[in-house]
């Protein structure tokens, strides 16, 4: 199926959708309506969408500084049509071993971007950016598109055994990599090395 991005409506819903913590806590209450709706063409018919979001608050694990520069931002957390938890913030070492990095989506305004903030820097770097209704994806027997992205972190032996497939893998990597995906699709893994992000090989 391919999903042509062409947007006929767009709007807010009037609802939120409410989400626990691992400790049984609910988020808190939103500010703002978090969840966006509205059609796409598919195929030559309209085919409606539901794209949820979570607040940066519903996020405390997140440093202090990396929540106020993400609601500088005006970001909102996009959830997958899979997510029963808060999904999409992340923290791993993505810089070196040893390091505390978070990897974040934000969207803005039907724009999600995936944002990097290094222990090291206070400024995020943005590795990829993309309209919400690119990332839609029909799924069980919904009538109704959801949204796909996700991201995770991917230990070194994670991104070793996606490499066992290749007739020469190369050495295992020393600290974390970061794992792009569409649901039920292809991942992709990002490894920062030498000073810049890059996309590992995982076949030949």
């Known amino acids: 199926m391919q999903v042509r991005p062409k947007i006929v409506w767009a709007g ?10 691992a400790d049984g806590q609910q988020s808190p ?7 966006t709706s509205g059609q796409v063409t598919v195929d030559g018919r309209l085919t409606p969408y539901l794209i949820r ?3 940066v608050n519903a996020f405390p694990q997140l440093p202090p500084d990396i929540q106020d520069a993400l609601t500088r931002r005006g ?13 999409n913030v992340v923290n791993a070492s ?7 990095d978070w990897a974040v989506l934000c969207s803005v305004d039907g724009t999600a971007s995936l944002l990097v903030f290094f222990a090291s820097r206070g400024d995020p770097m943005v590795l990829v950016t993309a309209a919400e209704t690119d990332r839609l994806e029909a799924h069980g027997l919904s009538p109704v598109l959801g949204f796909n992205w996700g991201i995770d972190p991917a230990s070194p032996e994670a991104v070793h055994l996606a490499q066992l497939a290749m007739r020469h893998p190369p050495p295992r990597l020393d600290h974390d990599a970061l794992a792009d995906s569409a649901i039920d699709r292809k ?8 000073g810049a992000w890059t996309i590992v090989d995982t076949r030949d």
């Not at 807010?12 to 913590?21: C, E, G, R, S």
């Not at 810089?95 to 505390?100: I, N, P, Q």
């Open 12 to 21: 807010m819903a009037a609802f939120a959708t409410v989400f626990l913590h």
């Open 29 to 35: 209450p939103p500010t703002r309506e978090l969840n």
């Open 53 to 55: 979001h979570l607040p």
């Open 75 to 87: 970001c909102l957390i996009p959830q997958t049509y899979e997510a029963h938890q808060p999904e």
């Open 94 to 100: 993505f810089e070196r071993h040893g390091s505390s």
């Open 187 to 194: 991942t992709i893994y990002r490894v920062y090395l030498k």
